[in-house]
């Protein structure tokens, strides 16, 4: 007879574990289903993601060791390798990458800010946005019925009933977002919002294409969750262009020398793609209905926590 008192936390807190199982595994089938190669991670490298320059980033510093004399940087993003990596032939690519991003404080209180966490990012050779759009849709709404299924249990006991949700999923420009919601639209829009939708048209990092047609217009794109969950997924076009790359790092203020090996490969030709990346434990919050991102890791990384273990 079990005599133990249940620890509701305890519950919620295996609950979590379990629907972050259920993500991975259905990650894992639904790219290699697509015919995607899993890469393995890099966690240190000469170059990584400069994240910005973007007013909105809290990052107080980028994690970087020195070893055997070398300056190795700590993975932010690996948007750069997945760039490489289809340019060395590899066409259809998936990582389950692990991305440290040193937040500021106050990030604590976001809800869904972590400094350690990882993201599902993909990218694909020749693509264009639309083929994202519906690469993503498909994934999600395979993942909601795979989750229901398999993970009703967990569910039941975090008290959570998943949104229905179809493909398309609308899209909104960010200028309509910030002339409906102001400038901080992310939470607003997601709140006022009953399925995922795309906010298309950002500016930020010199490896998101602009559109060649229309300057001051960028060809990316984040997917948003609703009921106030926010930011799910960020990807784009890619820049392959040398000069255009070369000029938006001028135009980032950013030092050249810090992205030498993949200027050199840009320099000789970049096979244009499009991609983006999903951060697992977003998405299992969002699954699991939780207050805060870092409720649903084992091992909280909430910026401004002590760190247990
Ligand atoms: N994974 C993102 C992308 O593919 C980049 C990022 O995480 N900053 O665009």
């Known amino acids: 007879m079990q005599t133990e008192v249940i620890n509701m936390e305890g519950e919620k807190m295996k609950a979590c574990a379990a629907l972050t ?3 991975l595994r259905h990650t894992a089938e639904f790219f290699h289903g697509n015919n995607f190669t899993q890469l393995m991670p890099v966690i240190l490298s000469p170059i990584t993601d400069p994240l910005g320059p973007d007013p909105g980033s809290s ?17 932010q993003s ?13 066409g259809k690519l998936f990582i389950i990458s692990p991305n440290v991003r040193l937040e500021h404080p106050r990030r604590r209180e976001s809800g869904r800010h972590l400094f350690e966490f990882s993201q599902v990012d993909f990218e694909i050779a020749h693509a264009k946005s639309e083929d994202v759009f519906l690469l993503m849709e498909s994934y999600l709404v395979s993942l909601f019925s795979y989750v229901s299924k398999e993970h009703a249990t967990e569910l039941a006991l975090l008290g959570r009933e998943l949104p229905a949700i179809a493909g398309p999923f609308p899209k909104y420009t960010t200028h309509e977002l910030a002339s409906k919601y102001g ?4 939470i607003a829009a997601s709140l006022d919002s009953t399925g995922p939708f795309w906010a298309l048209c950002h500016r930020r990092e010199f490896y998101d294409k602009e559109d060649p047609h229309e300057p001051g217009h960028y060809l990316n794109y984040d997917l948003l969750y609703p009921e106030g969950f926010g930011e799910a997924l960020s990807g784009a076009e890619r820049e392959h262009d040398y000069g255009i790359i070369m000029r938006k790092i001028g135009r980032d203020r950013l030092d050249k020398s810090r992205y030498l090996p993949y200027l050199s490969l840009a320099e000789k030709g970049l096979t244009p793609s499009a991609g983006g990346g999903f951060g697992v434990e977003r998405l299992v919050r969002f699954l699991a209905g939780a207050d805060h991102v870092g409720d649903v890791q084992l091992f909280r990384r909430v910026p401004g926590e002590e760190i247990l273990v």
């Open 183 to 186: 400038d901080d639209w992310e």
């Open 21 to 23: 199982s259920g993500v």
């Open 59 to 75: 990052v107080i510093k980028t994690g970087e060791i020195e070893y055997l004399g070398s300056k190795l940087q700590i993975t």
């Open 78 to 90: 690996m948007i750069l390798h997945k760039q490489i990596a289809v340019s060395m032939g590899i």
